[in-house]
């Protein structure tokens, strides 16, 4: 696609349920990165993917949050039993190759509401 | 982890001014960039600049690198009124991009 899509844009849920999130990265981009963002804060970066390599996990908070990349293509962030702490914006982003030199495109994020 | 810090956290101008903003960081790192956010959601690559590089420029953006004192500043000239979003530098160490926590730029119309 011509950029990178995440879905959904709002989700609301409540305390105690599993939620997934979904990023569709541009085409051919093989790295691609999961950052969440407090209200007002900056970003918190939470797992990185680049190609068949296996992904650097070392940002995800708990073991309540996991996250796959399927075909090296659409990408899928799991938050298991939700805690009202969960409540951010998820971004994620994706760049042509695994390095730095082109910049990173990014999603328009998925609000997380836990209540 | 370790994150960059832009100065200041708020800045307010009127449309024509120039905008400078601040950002050190404590890596060695491979490059440095620039985003921009508006309302909290995307963010929009502005500018890399390598460690290598001292001045570079794009359209009415100007960012320069220090390394000897890990720092960088994003200057934008003739600044608008859409110009009014968060600015956050983000230093790449490895494969991790990590950001600082922003500046909020107000361009008074």
């Known amino acids: 696609g011509a950029g990178v899509s995440q879905s959904p844009s709002n989700k609301v849920t409540e305390k105690g349920k599993d939620v997934e999130l979904r990023c569709d990265p541009i085409?051919?981009?093989?790295?691609l990165y999961w950052y969440r963002q407090s209200l007002g804060q900056g970003l918190e970066f939470l797992i990185y993917?680049?190609?068949?390599?296996?992904?650097?996990k070392s940002g995800l908070p708990s073991d309540r949050f996991s996250a796959e990349r399927t075909g090296g293509s659409v990408s899928t962030l799991t938050i298991q039993r939700t805690q009202q702490e969960d409540s951010a914006v998820y971004l994620c982003?994706?760049?042509?190759?695994?390095?730095?030199?082109?910049?990173?495109?990014f999603g328009s994020g998925t609000r997380l509401t836990v209540v | 982890s370790q994150q960059g810090e832009e100065d200041p956290q708020a800045l307010s101008i009127q449309e024509g001014e120039n905008a400078t903003m601040n950002c050190s960081y404590k890596?060695?790192?491979?490059?440095l960039q620039w985003y921009r956010q508006n309302s909290g959601r995307g963010l929009v690559h502005l500018i890399l600049?390598?460690?290598?590089?001292r001045e570079k420029h794009s359209g009415r953006l100007r960012v320069t690198l220090d390394t000897s004192k890990k720092s960088s500043s994003l200057l934008i000239t003739a600044s608008r009124a859409a110009d009014t979003a968060s600015y956050f530098c983000?230093?790449?160490?490895?494969?991790?991009?990590?950001f600082g926590e922003g500046t909020q730029l107000t361009v008074n119309p």
């Open positions: 982003a994706s760049s042509l190759v695994g390095r730095e030199f082109y910049g990173y495109t």
């Open positions: 600049i390598r460690s290598n590089e």
């Open positions: 890596t060695s790192i491979n490059n």
């Open positions: 983000a230093e790449t160490s490895g494969s991790r991009l990590t």
């Open positions: 993917f680049q190609g068949n390599s296996a992904p650097d």
């Open positions: 085409s051919g981009h093989t790295a």
